[in-house]
């Protein structure tokens, strides 16, 4: 089964940046269409960004402008460039490989890796 790899969390005062990585395993990554979600206790697991295999992306409206999904299909991974960070960007990050592309959004695949915890402070 495939596995996700989630590092490049951590804490940072709001304003700043990180950039987040995921590794995926399989042989088949530049076929599947990849995304980042964030889940805060409590609270269901949210789609922040997706990429397609043509590599055209989507964006939640909360992040547009401010961060950024890539994928490089030569290392299997793909990332998350965030900018502007705010406190409401605190949150567990996962990222999905292998999910559903439609109109509307992404639906993802049944599994999932640890996360990395991105922690903004005001």
């Known amino acids: 089964q495939v596995q996700f790899v989630e590092s490049g969390g951590g804490s940072v005062q709001a304003g700043g940046s990180l950039r987040l990585s995921c590794a995926a395993s399989?042989?088949?990554?530049?076929?599947?269409?990849a995304a980042w979600y964030r889940q805060v206790p409590g609270k269901q697991r949210d789609l922040v960004a997706a990429?397609?295999?043509?590599?055209?992306?989507k964006y939640a409206d909360s992040v547009k402008g401010r961060f950024t999904i890539s994928r490089d299909n030569a290392k299997n991974t793909v990332h998350l460039q965030m900018n502007s960070l705010k406190p409401e960007d605190t949150a567990v990050y996962y990222c999905?490989?292998?999910?559903?592309?439609?109109?509307?959004?992404?639906?993802?695949?049944?599994?999932w890796g640890q996360g990395t915890q991105v922690t903004v402070s005001s």
């Open positions: 399989g042989s088949a990554f530049s076929r599947n269409a």
């Open positions: 990429i397609s295999i043509w590599n055209t992306t």
């Open positions: 999905n490989v292998g999910g559903t592309w439609f109109s509307a959004g992404y639906y993802p695949f049944r599994s």
